[in-house]
């Protein structure tokens, strides 16, 4: 959270002229609750769920589709497979810092995040960032030029 997913996302599918899809809101209009709600259940319970909707968009959505993935939803083994396989993941690498700067700004509930955890939060998850096909930098970059460099990057592979 708070590397620039949804934002470089919706750029990078405008760029390339593709589709562009959130897990989280695909996630929060097919459970018709809000994300708070969802955690309140408890996290497993909202990770068999996150699980169950990316496979779901694996098996419907067409090619050249941007897919932007919640922060936690590669650590279930089984997703993180489907994402290597069939897609090409990019890692927004960003961090604790930003992290925590660009989230002091934003709106909206983050139901695993407070002030004093981002680097908890990134150090669970590296092991899991670092497998993608490709990174970029976020820190210094604004969402364009990310979207830019990725843009560039993706049209080298067609």
């Not at 708070?2 to 593709?18: D, E, I, P, R, T």
Request: proline fraction near 2%; glycine fraction near 8%.
């Amino acid at each position: 959270m708070g590397c620039g997913k949804s934002s470089v996302g919706k750029s990078l599918a405008g760029k390339l002229g593709w589709d562009f899809l959130d897990l989280d809101t695909y996630i929060i209009t097919r459970a018709a609750r809000t994300m708070e709600d969802l955690f309140s259940e408890g996290q497993q319970e909202f990770r068999a769920l996150e699980a169950s909707c990316l496979k779901s968009i694996f098996d419907s959505v067409t090619e050249n589709t941007v897919l932007a993935l919640g922060g936690g939803s590669t650590l279930n083994e089984d997703s993180a497979k489907l994402v290597l396989e069939r897609s090409l993941c990019i890692y927004l690498q960003t961090s604790a810092e930003q992290i925590r700067s660009r989230l002091s700004r934003a709106p909206g509930v983050r139901p695993l995040y407070d002030k004093g955890n981002a680097e908890e939060l990134l150090l669970g998850r590296l092991p899991v960032y670092e497998r993608a096909h490709y990174s970029v930098n976020t820190d210094a970059l604004t969402v364009e030029e990310v979207s830019d460099i990725l843009s560039d990057y993706i049209l080298s592979l067609l």
